[in-house]
């Protein structure tokens, strides 16, 4: 327990000597302030942390960080759909993700758009936990990352590549051309390639037939041109072009997502110090989404049976693939933001104004096939559905700090946002040709989202901290305008979901003797309106409207358009709370070793819920482990080597917690280790080596129904890689 006090998270924790936090100022706080001086939980990402950690994509990165609850299967391997970026015990799409500034973020599954942000381009992440919609609005509901990019200072070069196991490689080059003080431009590329591995239990592949580990291929090229034609005006333009290509278990299932995006920023600065920010962005998503599926083809009865229903008896050499799902999805964003600051002197210490614009654009068609039922028709048409609509969001903020005397800040803020829906439509057609659904009315809402934060300089060791705040979180796309799916795994959109809302406050403490940083926070959250699906059975006394209207009149017990006794429906029919426990510090032994671990407790339930959803209450929810905890060292036994140990431990998650009632079926904790190695064999070459789950740990970190342990999914076996890096 005292090696869990000494913590990786704390404010001034982060990097490796105290010294380095000194200079580093917050974008993501609109406000310029000193990461040591937020009165937010906030942890950053320095350059050191990003070169000693294991990990080869960002989402693995972030993990370690405590408060976030990713799972240990990189994004890389995972569908883009189901890339959830989750903090303090919430669930998907409520943590704001950022580039310099920039939403990245799949504008219809409103997931993380990780293949984008290659690590070679990171010069740190900023991490600010709690409500922040005050500042941000939608999604900034348990906190907002931005990452920055490096900057150009010289005509520099670096080249790096890395080989591993599970065919893994990494190739990145970054080139800076510094033509002038006032003009420079960054040149990145890179490509990242992985066969993946088997995500399924050995002691159940046999229930699925031929099936595969997820490869992927991530490529990005990107131009920046930074130009400063004066003292007091600089910028940059930003054009990249992105691409992830995956191959997911069959043979007929891959996604491939291009994306070319483009953002500008504009800086100037006035008299007394005052500023104006102006950002602009935008991206155009191609998504080409491809299932899979595979069976042993059976002489009679069920041709095709499916994992669920297949038996040893059933397996046989006449193994046969198929399509279950085609999708073209093409979405676009076009957003804006401006920023007015003004520093003042005395008690009041200046103001921040702000607006900002973000319009998305989504068109969704999808083909859906059964199982076939003859050789011959492999591809068995079932049916189709396309989905449309526009979002806008506005949004109008101020913020100011004052300080009633000199170690008391306090920070006030708030926000106005409109959120409206437009141009939205909805249809099904069967096999044979019947057309349902149709155009669904515009809709909008409004938010108003405060803050009041402050920070108390007990003395020059010890800091008290802590706020209040509301937040919110619209529905995306893929809530309000996505029907797919067949029979009973049909899933119908919900045109009419109110957003999720969250009140929240958290207090903490921050310790900075020099060598030894600790921190200690407390959260506690209470989440209305939120959003989840629900079983709709046919003998349902009350069915909602779209539901009839997507998959028609119910006859002999069965929906007729879709063919089912029950289908799945979106509501808002719950509410939730999360509250937990943060330890985090740091402890530099001496110029050769530092000591880091946290410590995390999330507890994390339904308070609410209506009379169709089937969750209990005050259970954890399942998938989110209560306790994680890490600990880690860094040691150089000589100048030019650096190396890295850590150690990670989750424990028991519950994974079923509606099958049986009162019954909460769980899987165990585990303990992972990591380690990392570089060596500088000369002032243009560095060496370096790292391991992901050294001791081949097999754990997993879903949930699933308790009685189809087949659906288990295994985190990261052992990755090791090996590179070189060259500067020029």
Known sequence: MAALCLGKGAHAAEPLAVKELDSVVVAASRSETRVEDMPLHTTVITQEEIRKSPAQSLDQLLRNVPGFNFSGIPAAQSDPTGQSTKMRGLGNAKVLMLLDGVPIHDPFYLTTQWFKVPMSTIERVEIVRGGNSSLWGNMAVGGVVNIVTRRVTDNSG??????????????????????????????????????????????????????????????????????????????????????????????????????????????????????????????????????????????????????????????????????????????????????????????????????????????????????????????????????????????????????????LEITLSG???????????????????????????????????????????????????????????????????????????????????????????????DFNSGPLQ???????????????????????????????????????????????????????????????????????????LSVDASYTRTETYLTRRGSIVTDPLGVQIAGTPKDVATLGATWRPLEKLRTYAEARYVGPIPVDTTSVANTVFTQGGATVFNASASYVWDKTTDIFASAVNLLNKEYSENSYTYSQSYNRTLSMPRLINIGVKLRF
């Open 415 to 509: 926000r106005q946002d409109s959120w409206t829906n437009g141009n939205r439509s909805n249809t099904r057609t069967t096999a044979a040709g019947v057309l349902a659904g149709g155009a669904v009315p515009d809709l909008t809402k409004t938010a108003f989202n405060p803050s009041i934060a402050a920070r108390l300089d007990l003395s020059d060791r010890l800091a008290l901290r802590g706020a209040a705040y509301k937040s919110f979180r619209a529905p995306g796309f893929n809530n309000i305008t996505r029907t797919y799916g067949t029979g009973t795994s049909t899933n119908i959109a919900n045109p009419d979901l109110e957003p999720e809302t969250l009140k929240g406050w958290e207090a903490g403490a």
């Open 158 to 407: 670096e080249v790096s590549l890395s080989v591993g196991n599970q065919g893994t490689s990494n190739v990145s080059a970054v080139k800076n051309f510094k033509v002038s003080d006032a003009l420079g431009f960054t040149l990145s590329l890179d490509r990242f390639d992985t066969n993946g591995y088997q995500q399924t239990p050995d002691a159940y592949l046999w229930r699925f037939p031929a099936k595969q580990s997820n490869s992927a291929l991530n490529s990005n090229v990107q131009l920046t041109t930074y130009f400063q034609p004066s003292a007091d005006l600089k910028g940059l333009l930003r054009l990249g072009y992105h691409e992830q290509d995956q191959n997911i278990n069959y043979q007929y299932g891959r996604n491939l997502q291009r994306d070319p995006d483009f953002s500008a920023s504009l800086n100037k600065t006035f008299e007394k110090n005052a500023s104006l920010d102006v950002t602009a962005w935008a991206q155009n998503v191609s998504f080409e989404k491809y299932n899979g599926a595979s069976c042993y083809w059976q002489p009679a009865g069920t041709r095709c049976p499916t994992s669920s229903s297949v038996t040893p008896a059933n397996i046989n050499n006449n193994i046969i693939q198929y399509w279950s799902q085609y999708g073209s999805q093409r979405y676009r964003e076009r957003g804006g933001a401006t920023v007015y600051s003004q520093p003042m002197s005395g008690r009041w210490s200046g103001f921040q104004l702000g607006a900002d614009y973000r319009k998305l654009a989504a068109t969704d068609l999808e083909y859906f096939y059964s199982a076939p039922t003859v050789l011959t028709n492999l591809q068995n048409f079932n049916s189709s559905t396309l989905g449309k609509g526009e979002q806008t969001f506005e949004g109008f903020f101020g913020q100011t700090k004052i300080v009633p005397y000199d170690a």
């Open 518 to 592: 600790l921190g200690a926070t407390y959260f506690l959250y209470n989440i209305d309106k939120m959003i989840a699906t629900y079983t709709v059975q046919a003998t349902s006394a009350n069915i909602p409207a779209q539901v009839t209207t997507i998959c028609g009149a119910v006859v002999a017990g069965s929906f007729s358009n879709c063919s089912a006794s029950s289908v799945k429906y979106y509501t808002n029919d719950q509410d939730g709370q999360s509250h937990g426990v943060e330890l985090t510090g740091r402890w530099t032994v001496n110029s050769r």
